[in-house]
């Protein structure tokens, strides 16, 4: 079953429109991805469940000794198996709980990765004067990023970008996503301008619309 879309039709002609009147002041070029996940986080959950079920065991087996009682190593081993199939199926049915169990660092990790498969997969990588970007937006993981390519990278530092993600996700947590979007376009407009003016020759190499994961 498809999900809804995350932008309706009016937000996403706003973010096209944002992409369009920047590209008229720049040779550069912006793409606009924005992804719901950026992985499904079914086995880092059950491996840090499998680690908490056993450890868990372990001092429930220590305290009960200490208690002097003894449940035997079969019956151990057997509660765990039977916890761990639980704990399963809770996130196997419960996809949502999934991301509570996953360290943030890992999350942001997954959501890097999927951004520069983003730049990739959408050719930003292969515009002719290397002055592509990718403002990318990860919902559930809160992550948002801009990728730029190597001619822009090697005039604007990736802090010069921060301003616009911290926006982009600062509006991705008040449900103005499509906001967040345009301001960091808009943002992007502006260092892209300054570096790489529009010339005589502009032909955009990128479609100028968001693309939703």
């Not at 079920?53 to 208690?67: D, H, K, N, P």
């Amino acid at each position: 079953m498809m999900e809804k879309p995350v932008l309706s039709p009016i937000e996403r002609q706003r973010v096209h429109q944002a992409i369009a009147a920047a590209e008229a002041r720049t040779s550069g070029e912006i793409f606009c991805v924005l992804a719901r996940r950026s992985d499904d986080y079914f086995f880092p959950a059950a491996f840090m469940l499998a680690t908490g079920i056993l450890i868990t065991g372990v001092l429930a087996a220590v305290a009960l000794e200490r208690l002097w009682i003894d449940i035997g190593l079969a019956a151990l081993a057997l509660s765990q198996a039977t916890a761990f199939a639980a704990a399963l199926a809770v996130i196997w049915l419960f996809p949502a709980l999934r991301l509570h169990l996953v360290p943030r660092g890992l999350r942001y990790r997954r959501a890097h990765d999927n951004a520069v498969k983003q730049f990739l997969a959408h050719n930003v990588h292969r515009t002719e004067g290397r002055t592509g970007v990718l403002v990318f937006l990860s919902l559930a993981e809160r992550y948002g990023e801009i990728v730029a390519d190597a001619g822009i990278a090697n005039k604007v530092a990736q802090k010069n970008w921060d301003d616009a993600v911290a926006q982009l996700t600062a509006c991705a947590a008040e449900a103005r996503i499509a906001d967040g979007f345009v301001d960091a376009v808009e943002q992007a407009a502006d260092l892209l301008a300054h570096h790489f003016p529009k010339g005589a020759d502009n032909p955009n190499e990128l479609d100028d619309h968001l693309v939703e994961l």
